[in-house]
């Protein structure tokens, strides 16, 4: 099972970052896909969300209006658009991806992409 994260890099406030994640070894359209962020003396926390079948989204209050989650279930790939980047969103993001079938939990993590933003 691999979840490989791309994308992040330095970008200046008010700007856009892409996140991409390639995930491969197990059946991407049964897991729902997530994008968490972790910054330095924090907790990881969830950003984004989208279902199985990319039929419903949720995002944390913080990202609201700026950051739109999506997934290509032929592709295997789920992206994290990232618009009106602040320094708050300075973080490493990282891809999940989930699935729960009968009370049973399957849970795995990329390695993460580092997200700077700074003038």
């Known amino acids: 099972v691999q979840l490989v994260e791309s994308g992040g890099g330095l970008v200046q406030p008010g700007g856009s970052l892409r996140l991409s994640c390639a995930a491969s070894?197990?059946?991407?359209?049964?897991?729902?896909m997530s994008w968490y962020r972790q910054a330095p003396g924090k907790e990881r926390e969830l950003v984004a969300t989208i279902r199985s079948a990319g039929d419903y989204t949720d995002y944390a209050d913080s990202v609201k209006g700026r950051f739109t989650i999506s997934r290509d279930n032929l592709k295997n790939t789920v992206i994290l658009q990232m618009n009106s980047l602040k320094p708050e969103d300075a973080a490493v993001y990282y891809c999940?991806?989930?699935?729960?079938?009968?009370?049973?939990?399957?849970?795995?993590w990329g390695q993460g992409t580092q997200v700077t933003v700074s003038s």
């Open positions: 070894g197990f059946t991407f359209s049964n897991y729902a």
């Open positions: 999940n991806a989930r699935w729960r079938p009968f009370m049973k939990t399957y849970d795995y």
